[in-house]
Nanobody, 125 residues
Framework: QVQLVESGGGLVQAGGSLRLSCAGSGRMFGNYAMGWFRQAPGKEREFAAGIRWAGGSTYYADSVKGRFTVSRDNAKNTVYLQMNSLKPEDTAVYFC??????????????????WGQGTQVTVSS
């Protein structure tokens, strides 16, 4: 019922910027939260940033705080992840995810029921 379509990944040099997009479709009931997760080779999926849709409040992992910004476009039902000052350590597959019927931002992957396909972000040194 809910589909998330990501775009915007690519290859960028250290210090550069990328903007990821995640467009949602289907019915999304009540308050919900969107999260961005990333998974590097050989590592567990980890939370990067999230946004509470109703009020737009955000939360960031310490590793990206001050460099990444998550935002939303209500008309397009789309969330964005603006990534600035990228580091090689940011290289990962980035996923967007949705928690429906809640306004809470959580950091555990298992609490998100819907996921995008992932988009590769590679930061070269």
């Amino acid at each position: 019922q809910v589909q998330l379509v990501e775009s915007g990944g690519g290859l960028v040099q250290a210090g550069g910027s990328l903007r990821l997009s995640c467009a949602g479709s289907g019915r999304m009931f009540g308050n919900y939260a969107m999260g961005w997760f990333r998974q590097a080779p050989g590592k567990e999926r980890e939370f990067a940033a999230g946004i509470r849709w109703a009020g737009g409040s955000t939360y960031y992992a310490d590793s990206v705080k001050g460099r990444f910004t998550v935002s939303r476009d209500n008309a397009k039902n789309t969330v964005y992840l603006q990534m600035n000052s990228l580091k090689p350590e940011d290289t990962a597959v980035y996923f967007c995810a949705a928690r429906l019927n809640t306004g809470l931002i959580t950091t555990t992957p298992e609490s998100y029921a819907y996921w995008g396909q992932g988009t590769q972000v590679t930061v070269s040194s």
